[in-house]
């Protein structure tokens, strides 16, 4: 199911800003939301890249202060996170809105 068509507002087709909201987790999804206006495909993702990878790295940080437990519960956090990175960006760039369970429902109220 594509959704992504026109233009996004810096000159891209939706589906590569798409992708390019996850490329660096958070960062590049919170620079996207700021400077994409037109797409709310592209705020879509936008917003969820910033909810969950802004989540999965916190959680990631405070755990991994927790010796032996915490380490073990980090990297599965991040192993989940590269999972849940490749696919999100695979699936915008196809032009697919793939909605979180929790931050979905956020992203596609305020995108």
């Known amino acids: ?10 000159g891209l087709k939706p589906n590569v800003a798409g992708l ?3 490329l660096l987790l958070w960062v590049t999804g919170l620079e996207f939301l700021l400077v994409e206006r037109k797409s709310r495909f592209v705020r879509f993702h936008a917003i969820q890249s910033i909810i969950v990878f ?3 790295s916190l959680a990631f ?3 991994f202060w927790i010796p032996v437990v915490g380490w073990v519960f ?10 849940l990175w490749i696919v999100l960006m695979v699936r915008a760039y196809r032009g697919e809105k793939i909605r979180l369970p929790l931050a979905g429902k956020i992203a596609e109220r305020h995108a």
């Open 74 to 83: 980090s990297w599965i956090i991040g192993a989940l996170a590269i999972t």
């Open 54 to 56: 802004g989540a999965l």
């Open 1 to 10: 199911m594509v959704q992504a068509g026109g233009k996004a507002s810096a």
């Open 61 to 63: 940080l405070l755990l």
């Open 20 to 22: 390019l909201c996850y």
